[in-house]
């Protein structure tokens, strides 16, 4: 093309050329294709699509290079007379799924009853007339199978396709299933859908399809078709969810009626349907009671798009050796022929639709042999696949068909044209496979037009390694603790410098313990002594008397012995689990000194941690074969495998915070110009109140406050309850007394990560979920662990204060939870057996009790112990402290590099507000909105419902830059300009040349020696 204008200073060139053939009636889209390629696609003035191609890539399979291609045909074959015909240098060899398009003219020639448009071995594709009627079909094993009557047709050029499939006798494919048609209602009309769109019209039952008058159809007791032949048997048919099923019958002798309800299917046999009965299964699977049938291939027939028939047949393999006619004996021309494409391959009915209104470039995929016959002289028809065969004319004219056209019923306005690429399993060889396609996209009255699954080519389908699919965000860290960037200039390498870790521990114990005590005994009580008794009486017709004194003294003695044996088993069994989270410092040396007096520094990467629970996914990545061009990626999770924990490093949003920079500034100076550069002059008005970055001392400590508020409720709580009241009402009162600390913002949001995954989320749910007491223990046992909701520590404040003299000060929290319950209960047995004596003689008395005794305690029990800790880490070992101040303490770069600074580390329970902050402030939104894989993952999660979330965050409230130590001291330097900053940069500048011609002159060293010890080898040898 020539240049239309001027060079520019990268040297491209601009070049151009003039399309006078374009003469659009629509607007004009481009796009540049999979290849590199350019494609121009319009409507002309006769509603026809043309594409125009640039060929701007140079590889083996082009034609032309850079040049524009146009679509148009400009001629085709005429095959009138009796011999003309096409003969292939060689036969195309067709086996198991094939495809053959062409584009035929109508009326076909006349001849005594055959035109002919293949010839081979085994199947040939002809038309045959009888009687005014024009049916196109196969002529296979010896006879004609008529497929579809083509009188019907237009004058004019018309598509036709057919596509052969073989397949075993039980297999099903949905998509190659044309014959078999749905009911549907749509308003007041029946339809009968399929890949041609056929439609039964109740207003007219007869059209188009004849022999379907006696349908009945009713809804809700509506009849929607009152056009019925009497005399012929009538179906009734009522209409269940999105079925059709038969309810009764009368008059049907030749329709067997299954018992139950069953799905009323009607096939399509050329101009007749043929209704017959199905059984539902679940699933919404229908399998076919009435004429099952096994077959080897099925052969269907589609003309300009739609489907016409099909037949099934035990072989349709063969060859092609001619086009066009008959050899030999002739007068089977076909007529005006164009566009002859063999596929060795089945094409859907999507694509054979795209091809009926496209041409092709013959790189696609499966394409065997493509004849556009637009060669317009000579005899040679090329196959545009550049393979073989091509093809020879004989006795054959060349017609200009410029009126050949893919004219749509209504003119559109515009044309888009996109390319894709689709992942799925070769029919073949069960292997994933890729394929480019194209799809065209038109506006029309009621919608969208669109012709799509255009192939483009096969691409190279490569596995690169899982992704992470629909995780659930479970908590993050806001970056590794924060570090002064000004202050690592002495190294190239501080990875690793500064580090955060969050440890939780869980610990389960489980106790059972049973203990038997059994003791034999014996006891003896002994009293010897006197015994006296006084009485006195009286006579008054009845003699009474009355004891007055009773005495009784000795010697009394006992004796007591008991002999124990005890047992005691007591089982422990337990597990811990130990959870951490740690981000260290990552980054690189910078390429140039942003910071000249500071020199090239250390840049921490803005990098942030997230914990997810997230699905496995292959990720792979399409290619073309040809320039090994990378087309895009896909994403397919992989079944089997359940949900587990996982990790998302994330750019943490620099306007929120900046790693690096401690309070928005690098020494003094605003660290960046697109969102710090405000700072000096909001710090010179505002002073600390101003936060930038991690500085922002008012919200650290306004944190810290609110965290240090729950302490203190928590130590009230216990102090207000009462233990005293043992009923279980009262309990629950005590319990549930206060505030709960743990109320969340986002009350009824259901956390989804506990849905995908319980056994996960076990571990890693926050604190305020309860630890679980075995259903075994007693109601109010359980109802004890709603205490740890009121007195539970969730939240953590560490403060750090680093100085670069050798000091560091930190106050570190740490809380455990835990929880033991035990049950169990005890029998006890004592028994004893003797004997009780007593003697007096004389006022001498004994008495003796004498016993054995037995005893036998059991008692048994069972505990459950349950702790969990958390604790927040923070190493700040690696920051670096030299080239500060001197060993005088004076400051060597005063106001520019950080000697104190302090900070705060927190860790926040599970809310539903840090959900949101995260997408809202924290994560970077450029970075959110890349197609890194993990970002890709972040979106997935930010599609989802908010759940509950932990969170670590840091706030510096302190930073220190000594200045003060030279102020008052004689700084004035004699024999320079005064300029400080100037003779600085000056002199490293110097040193930086220095070092640069040392380097020099030690690679010439190093050469001299490597030539000298080449020289003393060869001598050697």
């Known amino acids: 093309m020539k240049s239309v204008g001027p060079n520019s200073e990268s040297a491209l060139e601009t070049t151009g050329t003039i399309l006078s053939s374009v ?53 085709c074959l005429n095959l009138e007379g009796e011999n003309d015909i096409i003969q292939l ?48 079909g196969i002529y296979i094993d010896g006879k004609f199978s008529p497929i579809c009557r083509i009188d019907h047709l237009s004058t004019g050029w018309h598509h036709l396709a057919i596509v052969a499939s073989i397949k075993s006798a039980d297999e099903e494919n949905d998509e190659e299933e044309p014959k078999k048609f749905n009911f549907t209602i749509n308003g007041e009309n ?42 012929k048997d009538s179906v009734n048919i009522k209409i269940t969810g999105d079925n059709l099923t038969l309810t009764s019958g009368e008059n049907t002798p030749e329709l067997d009626l299954p018992e139950g309800e069953s799905n009323f299917e009607v096939d399509f046999y050329g101009d007749n349907l043929r209704p017959h009965f199905s059984k539902v299964r679940e699933g919404n699977y229908e399998e076919p009671l009435a004429d099952p049938k096994d077959y080897e291939c099925r052969i269907d027939f589609y003309i300009d798009g739609g489907q016409e028939g099909s037949i099934t047949s035990p072989n349709a393999t063969g060859t092609i050796l001619y086009l066009g006619n008959k050899a030999n004996m002739g007068n089977h021309q076909f007529g005006k022929l164009a566009e002859v494409r063999i596929w060795e391959c089945s094409l859907k009915g999507q694509e054979i639709q795209t091809n009926s209104k496209i041409l092709l470039t013959g790189n696609e995929p499966g394409l065997l042999a493509y004849y556009p016959m637009r060669e317009g002289s000579g005899t040679v028809i090329r196959n ?58 038109m506006p029309t009255s009621d919608g969208v037009q669109m012709y799509s699954d255009k192939r483009i080519e096969q691409l190279e389908l490569k596995w690169i390694g899982n992704g992470q699919f629909a995780p659930t965000l479970v908590g993050f860290i806001e970056g590794p603790p924060p570090i002064p960037s000004e202050n690592l200039t002495y190294s190239d390498d501080y990875n690793g410098a500064t580090s955060v870790e969050l440890a939780l521990s869980d610990d389960v114990q489980f106790n059972w313990n049973r203990t038997q005590d059994v003791g034999l005994g014996a006891s003896i009580d002994l009293f010897i002594g006197a015994e006296a008794e006084a009485q006195a009486g009286a006579s008054f017709g009845v003699t009474t008397t009355t004891k007055i004194l009773d005495v009784k003294h000795g010697l009394k003695a006992y004796f007591d012995s008991n002999y124990q044996w005890q047992n005691e088993s007591s089982i422990n069994s337990g597990h811990s689990s130990q959870m951490a989270d740690r981000l260290e410092l990552r980054g690189t040396q910078e390429c140039g000194a942003n910071f000249p007096h500071l020199g090239r520094r250390f840049i921490p990467k803005n990098v942030g941690y997230a914990l997810v629970v997230s699905s496995l996914a292959d990720i792979f990545i399409t290619r073309l074969q040809r320039t090994k061009r990378m087309i895009g990626y896909q994403v397919i999770p992989v079944e089997g495998i359940p949900p587990d924990i996982n990790t998302i490093t994330f750019l943490i949003n620099p306007a929120y915070t900046m790693s690096g920079s401690l309070d928005g500034l690098t020494g003094s100076r605003a660290t960046s110009q697109r969102f710090y550069k405000h700072v000096p002059k909001m710090r010179a008005k505002y002073g600390s109140l101003y936060p930038a970055s991690y500085y922002d001392p008012q919200f650290a400590y306004l944190l810290k406050l609110q965290i240090e508020q729950e302490d203190r409720d928590r130590e009230a709580y216990f102090a207000q309850f009462n233990a005293g009241l043992l009923d279980e009402s009262s309990l629950n009162r005590e319990i549930n007394k206060g505030e709960d600390p743990n109320e969340d913002d986002g009350e009824g949001l259901k956390s989804e990560a506990g849905v995908r995954s ?62 033991e319950h035990t049950i169990g209960g005890s029998f006890s047995l004592n028994a004893g057996v ?74 926040l329970e599970g809310k539903t507000d840090h959900f949101k902050d995260f997408f809202d402030h924290v994560v970077d939104p450029e970075w959110l909105a890349s197609n890194d894989e993990e970002a890709r993952a972040l979106r997935q999660v930010q599609s989802g419902s908010p759940n509950k979330t932990w969170r670590v965050l840091h706030r510096v409230t302190y930073v220190e830059r000594p200045a003060l130590m030279d102020f008052g001291r004689d700084l004035r330097s004699y024999g320079t300009n005064g300029n400080d900053e100037s003779d600085t940069t000056q002199a490293l500048e110097s040193l930086q040349k220095t070092v640069s011609k040392l380097q020099a002159e030690n690679d010439l060293l190093l050469d001299k020696v490597d030539r000298i010890l080449k020289v003393l080898a060869t001598e050697s040898t």
């Not at 890693?764 to 359980?782: G, P, T």
């Open 89 to 136: 240098n060689k036969p195309i060899v067709l086996d198991n799924e094939w495809s053959i398009e062409a584009w035929f003219y109508y009326p076909l020639p006349i001849t005594e009853e055959w035109n002919s448009l293949t010839r081979g071995s085994n199947f040939n594709i002809v038309a045959h007339k009888k009687n005014h009627i024009v049916q196109l």
């Open 23 to 75: 003469q659009p009636q629509s607007r004009i889209h481009l796009l540049e294709t999979c290849e590199g390629n350019v494609q121009l696609s319009y409507y002309d003035d006769r509603g026809k699509l043309c594409q125009w191609h640039f060929d701007a890539v140079a590889d083996s399979k082009n034609i032309k290079f850079q040049e524009w291609i146009p679509s148009k045909l400009r001629s």
């Open 384 to 441: 545009f696949t550049g393979k073989e065969p091509d093809g020879k004319c004989m006795d054959t004219t060349w017609w200009l068909c410029s009126e050949m056209s893919t004219t749509s019923p209504e003119s559109h306005d515009a044309v888009i044209a996109a390319e894709y690429c689709t992942v799925g399993l070769d029919p073949k060889t069960q292997e994933r496979s890729a394929m480019m396609r194209r799809l065209f996209a």
């Open 834 to 907: 003797g004997v009780d004596a007593k003697f007096g003689l004389l006022g001498f008395a004994t008495e003796l009790t004498a016993l054995a005794t037995v005893n036998m305690t059991q008692t048994m029990s069972k505990s459950e112990a349950r702790s969990r800790g958390i604790e927040l880490d923070v190493d700040l070992s690696g920051v670096e402290a030299r080239g500060i101040t001197d060993y005088n303490d004076y400051p060597i770069m005063p106001g520019e590099k950080v000697d104190r600074y302090r900070f705060m580390s927190f860790y």
């Open 190 to 231: 029946l339809e009968v859908t399929s890949q041609s769109e056929r439609k039964i019209n109740t207003d007219e039952p007869d059209k188009p399809i004849e022999n379907v008058k006696n349908l009945e159809v009713t809804v809700t007791g509506r009849n929607l078709s009152d056009q019925r032949d009497e005399n």
């Open 758 to 819: 319980d056994i996960i989320m076990q571990n890693v749910n926050d604190q305020e979920s309860r630890i679980h007491a075995l259903d075994s223990f007693a109601k109010w046992q359980k109802k004890m662990e709603d205490i740890f909701l009121k007195a539970g520590k969730r939240n953590i404040a560490n403060t750090y204060v680093w100085d670069a003299d050798g000091g560091l000060r930190r106050e570190i929290q740490s809380f455990a939870n835990s929880a």
